[in-house]
T-cell receptor, first 111, second 115 residues
Framework: GQNIDQPTEMTATEGAIVQINCTYQTSGFNGLFWYQQHAGEAPTFLSYNVLDGLEEKGRFSSFLSRSKGYSYLLLKELQMKDSASYLCAVAGGTSYGKLTFGQGTILTVHP | DTAVSQTPKYLVTQMGNDKSIKCEQNLGHDTMYWYKQDSKKFLKIMFSYNNKELIINETVPNRFSPKSPDKAHLNLHINSLELGDSAVYFC??????????????FGPGTRLTVT
């Protein structure tokens, strides 16, 4: 089976940097995704890591360590609009395309 | 606009009723999914179709039946609705390619409330 763990809530200040961690245990691994979901809206894709290391995309970066079953999403120069839920999802197992999501981390950015 | 669309956006119905949610994508994707997001915000896969073929069928009551008339549409029919079925249901699609675990594009969601 698969188990994904991430903090339930985090708060940060506008302009700051925040790191959202995700740990996972999975049978079979084909990559890790981060999605952003604003309240009442659909999840939207942020990043995908399948190899160890850091992937950078503008203000957002995502890191993966497969040996440690660990990933983080780094958000820089926080803006109020970054207040959202951040979902860690693991692609694994034997089912084609199956993603298993964590419960999400609700990030609140304060002025 | 190119997107994943769902209808209806809101659905309020009584226990025991049968209802359907429709999903369409015009992105040219081969794979479509249904997810359920409960009140605790867990997003869980229910079904997935690839080119109209069922490829993921999670442990879901058989009151839920997906139907894919073509690869651009994936509908979800729910029989004998129960209170516990209240949730937001998201449809998603992903493009074909060498990497099967491509990003998924989500529809706006259907908020189902069973009273």
């Amino acid at each position: 089976g698969q188990n994904i763990d991430q903090p339930t809530e985090m708060t940060a200040t506008e302009g700051a940097i925040v790191q959202i961690n995700c740990t996972y245990q999975t049978s079979g691994f084909n990559g890790l995704f981060w999605y952003q979901q604003h309240a009442g809206e659909a999840p939207t894709f942020l990043s995908y890591n399948v190899l160890d290391g850091l992937e950078e995309k503008g203000r957002f970066s995502s890191f993966l360590s497969r040996s440690k079953g660990y990933s983080y999403l780094l958000l820089k120069e926080l803006q109020m609009k970054d207040s959202a839920s951040y979902l860690c999802a693991v692609a694994g197992g034997t089912s084609y395309g199956k993603l298993t999501f964590g419960q999400g981390t609700i990030l609140t950015v304060h002025p | 606009d190119t997107a994943v669309s769902q209808t209806p956006k809101y659905l309020v119905t009584q226990m025991g009723n049968d209802k359907s949610i429709k999903c369409e994508q015009n992105l040219g994707h081969d794979t479509m999914y249904w997810y359920k997001q409960d009140s605790k915000k867990f997003l869980k896969i229910m079904f997935s179709y690839n080119n109209k073929e069922l490829i993921i069928n999670e442990t879901v009551p058989n009151r839920f039946s997906p139907k894919s008339p073509d690869k651009a549409h994936l509908n979800l029919h729910i029989n004998s609705l129960e209170l516990g079925d209240s949730a937001v249901y998201f449809c998603a699609s992903s493009p074909p390619g060498a990497i099967p675990y491509s990003e998924q594009y989500f529809g706006p969601g259907t908020r189902l409330t069973v009273t």
